[in-house]
């Protein structure tokens, strides 16, 4: 199966942005900003376009484990809130991730050594001499926005921006790269890069091609999207990855082939990635939602669309994924399509959505039995909400 791999990155970076910015307070487009500055950079250093869009991608990816690192801290204590003194563990859980992406060879050590300080005092003591390069780039790139907010930039913001890397010359950074930044990042160019504009910027510099890859390489990448999707809230921390076992098998039942199955995992792995934009006092709301509030979660379902619109090559997997909600007299949402309009993949995964939503256990109520829940989706049915065949269909696979 052929997939952009600027599309996933940029797709990747909108949805990592969204955590970023409820996490740190740091302003949207983070992750883009980084990867862009690194790019700038590396540039400057002479890299090859294959470094370039190696490096670009690292520091997209550079906290892509946020979420499953916040969610396990929580499921031990409630009252977690992450600080600077928790970087190491994420580095590693984002490492970890990095490994499922076929140009992780080349970027090895990126992100786990992103937060190393020059002096050594970053979570795993590396000297800059002992950090990859790639990791010192993301580095400074990340600790600047963060710290300066670049999506609104001015003159004044700039200088103090340079005068900030000069003072911790040495100390955060090695001294070489306060030199580096403002060579390969004079004002005009940071300039370019304020609220939206950065993503053209970007897509020029990501890898412009689209690989074929093997069914394990697209499950890897689907394991990554649905990670970071599923850990935003610790009680839905499996529901992307049931979701995309279970739409796998109904293919298998229904006689589909290895790439057909393949995508219906990654279909699943992707479909909730929305959910990324909602606050987590309405994701994790221990009772029902108010109609103002049940309006502001349906917003995931448009939100999906628009992170993974970039996935060009594979436009059926966005429909399946995106169109999750949509019912078959047309009261679903985000579009409002009916029956005439939904193929069966779309049908199932709205399906699959709904058995696994009533299966698994919430804040507001226990996972219902096999038997509890089919019935409920057969009432659906009947109202012609959902498709009958398919829930037969589940309900007989599913039953042992």
């Known amino acids: 199966m052929k997939i952009s791999m600027s599309g996933t990155l940029i797709a990747l970076s909108t949805a990592l942005d969204y955590v970023e910015s409820e996490v740190f ?102 000297l800059a001499a002992e950090t990859p390069q790639f990791a010192q780039l993301i580095h400074v790139a990340d600790q600047v926005d963060n710290a300066f907010h670049l999506d609104d930039v001015s003159e004044r913001k700039y200088e103090e921006a340079l005068k900030w890397l000069e003072a911790n010359s040495g100390m955060l950074f090695d001294g070489s790269l306060f030199d580096l930044f403002r060579h390969a990042v004079p004002y005009p160019e940071l300039k370019k890069i304020e609220g939206n504009a950065v993503l053209p910027l970007l897509e020029e510099v990501l890898p412009d091609y689209s690989p074929e890859y093997d069914s394990h390489t697209i499950i890897s990448f689907a394991t990554v999207f649905a990670r970071i999707t599923d850990y935003k809230s610790h009680f ?37 990635i929305g959910k990324l934009t909602i606050p987590n006092e309405i994701l994790e709301k221990p009772d029902k939602l108010t109609d103002e509030e049940f309006a502001v979660m349906k917003t995931h379902a448009r939100a999906s669309y628009e992170i993974l619109k970039n996935l060009t090559d594979i436009p059926d997997v966005i ?45 507001y109520k226990k996972g219902l039995s096999h038997d509890k829940s089919i019935a409920i989706m057969q009432g659906m049915a009947q109202d012609g909400k959902i498709d009958a065949g398919i829930t037969e269909d589940i309900a007989a696979y599913f039953k042992g």
């Open 25 to 126: 307070g740091v302003t949207t487009h983070h992750s883009k900003r980084v990867a862009y500055l690194c790019a700038r950079m590396g540039a400057e250093l002479g890299y090859s376009p294959k470094e370039l869009s190696a490096l670009a991608g690292a520091a997209v990816m550079h906290d892509n484990a946020l979420t499953e690192y916040i969610a396990a801290r929580r499921a031990m204590d409630n009252s977690f809130v992450f600080d600077n003194a928790e970087l190491g563990p994420h580095c590693k859980m984002g490492e970890r991730n990095m490994r499922c992406l076929p140009f992780y060879e080349s970027v090895k050590g990126a992100v786990l050594y992103h937060h190393e300080n020059a002096d050594g005092s970053g979570p795993f003591h590396k």
């Open 236 to 272: 839905t921390s499996t529901h992307s990855l049931g979701i995309a076992e279970k739409s796998a098998a109904m293919g298998r039942f229904f006689g589909e082939d290895t790439d057909t199955c393949t995508k219906l995992y990654l279909a699943g792995a992707l479909h909730d």
């Open 319 to 363: 429909s399946w994924a995106c169109l999750h909600h949509e019912k078959l007299d047309g009261s679903g949402y985000p579009f409002g399509k009916t029956a005439a309009e939904l193929n069966r993949n779309e049908r199932l995964l709205c399906c699959i959505d709904i058995y696994q939503a009533l299966t698994e256990a919430r804040p």
